[in-house]
C-alpha cells in the first residue's frame, strides 16, 4: 500500500510444474501515514490466490501476503492479484495489485510399463506426455539405461498417440542374445530445465522365450553325488515340441560335458513340468556361476541357474 495505488508490481517465478501446489511470500508495506484495513482481495484467474495474514496494517509496517500458486494448463500463465483496502479516515477504498506469471510444464508421463516383442522385433515406441518442448526451447533429454547395451532412442513428434508424441525405441540386434532371461528391464530418465526429474521402468518381455521357474534351483549335494530338482517351463514354444525338451550346464561360462537327464512329469496347457537329475562333478561344483540352458529342438528356451548351498 503506497502513495500511489495504482502502481503494480510484476513477480516472475519461472517454470513450475502443472497442478504443483506452491506457495510463495511477498512482502506488503504500508507507506501511508494511517492504518489500513484491507477489504478484499480478488484474482484474474484461480492459477493463484493471495491470503494476507491479517486485516488491519498500522502505518510503516510490513506484512507478507502468502499466495498460492497451482497452475491448471500448459504453458504462460499470467494472473492479476488485486487487494483493495481503505485506511482508519473511511477514505474511499484504494486497490493495489501485482502480477504474477510463469510458465507450466509437465513431466514425462509413460502409460506402458510392460511391453511385449518377439524374438525378431527390435523396434517400437512409447507413447509419452511429453514436457513442453516450447519452454524457452529447452527439451529435456530422455535415456534409457541397460547393462552393457546400446540403445537408441528417438523423439517422434509425428505419431498418432493422444500426446502427439512418441518414443522411438531401437534394439540392437543382439539384445536378446545377450540376455539370458525373458525379460529385461529399462530405465527412462527425464531431466527437464528447472531441474525437474522423473524415472520410469519399462519391462520388455520376449514372447518368443519361454518363462522358466525357479530361475534359481537351490540343491544340497557334494562332488560325486546326484542332484535332482524339478523346473517349470511355460511358453508358446512348448505347444510345438515339448517332447524334446533338453539342458545343458555351463560353469562359469564354460559349457560342461557332464550328462544331463530331463524327465517330463507332467504336460500342462503350454507348460510342462520336468524333473532335472545329474551327478556333480568337479568342475561344476567349484564353479562360482552354474546355469542350466534349455532348448527345444532347435530353438533356444532360456537358461536358469544352479546354487550350491552346502559350499
Not at 508490481?9 to 508495506?29: D, E, F, R, W
Not at 491470503?51 to 491448471?72: D, L, Y
Not at 527412462?188 to 518363462?211: I, K, P, Q
Amino acid at each position: 500500500m503506497s502513495s500511489n495505488p495504482d502502481a503494480v508490481t510484476s513477480y516472475k517465478i519461472g517454470t513450475v510444474q502443472k497442478n504443483l501446489l506452491l506457495l510463495y511470500a511477498l512482502p506488503m508495506v504500508n507507506e501511508t501515514e494511517k492504518a489500513v484495513r484491507i477489504t478484499r482481495t480478488s484474482n484474474s484467474c484461480g492459477c493463484a490466490v493471495a491470503t494476507p495474514p491479517n486485516h488491519n496494517i498500522p502505518p510503516g509496517e510490513s506484512v507478507t501476503c502468502v499466495v498460492a500458486i497451482r497452475p491448471k494448463s500448459l504453458g504462460n500463465f499470467v494472473s492479476r492479484i488485486s487487494i483493495t483496502y481503505s485506511d482508519d479516515g473511511l477514505n474511499a477504498e484504494k486497490t493495489c495489485s501485482f502480477i504474477v506469471s510463469g510458465a507450466a510444464f509437465r513431466r514425462v508421463e509413460i502409460d506402458q510399463d510392460r511391453v511385449v516383442l518377439s524374438e525378431s522385433e527390435r523396434i517400437f515406441s512409447l507413447d509419452v506426455s511429453y514436457p513442453l518442448a516450447e519452454l524457452e526451447g529447452q527439451t529435456p533429454s530422455v535415456n534409457f539405461l541397460s547393462p552393457n547395451q546400446s540403445i537408441d532412442v528417438r523423439l517422434n513428434s509425428a505419431c498418432d498417440s493422444p500426446s502427439g508424441h512418441c518414443l522411438d525405441i531401437v534394439l540392437p540386434e543382439t539384445f536378446w542374445e545377450k540376455l539370458p532371461n525373458s525379460e529385461a528391464a529399462l530405465v527412462l530418465v527425464s531431466r527437464s530445465r528447472s531441474g525437474d526429474e522423473l524415472e520410469h521402468s519399462v519391462r520388455l518381455v520376449n514372447a518368443s522365450r519361454t518363462e522358466i521357474r525357479p530361475r534359481v534351483s537351490t540343491v544340497q549335494a557334494k562332488v560325486g553325488e546326484e542332484v535332482r530338482f524339478r523346473v517349470i517351463l511355460k511358453g508358446e514354444e512348448l505347444k510345438r515340441q515339448d517332447d524334446d525338451v533338453r539342458c545343458c550346464i555351463f560353469a562359469d561360462d564354460i559349457r560342461s560335458n557332464l550328462p544331463v537327464v530331463v524327465s517330463v512329469e507332467r504336460k500342462l496347457a503350454g507348460a510342462i513340468i520336468l524333473t532335472v537329475s545329474f551327478q556333480v562333478s568337479v568342475d561344476v561344483y567349484e564353479s562360482s556361476d552354474v546355469k542350466l540352458a534349455w532348448w527345444n529342438g532347435k530353438s533356444k528356451l532360456g537358461e536358469s541357474k544352479i546354487l550350491f548351498a552346502n559350499r
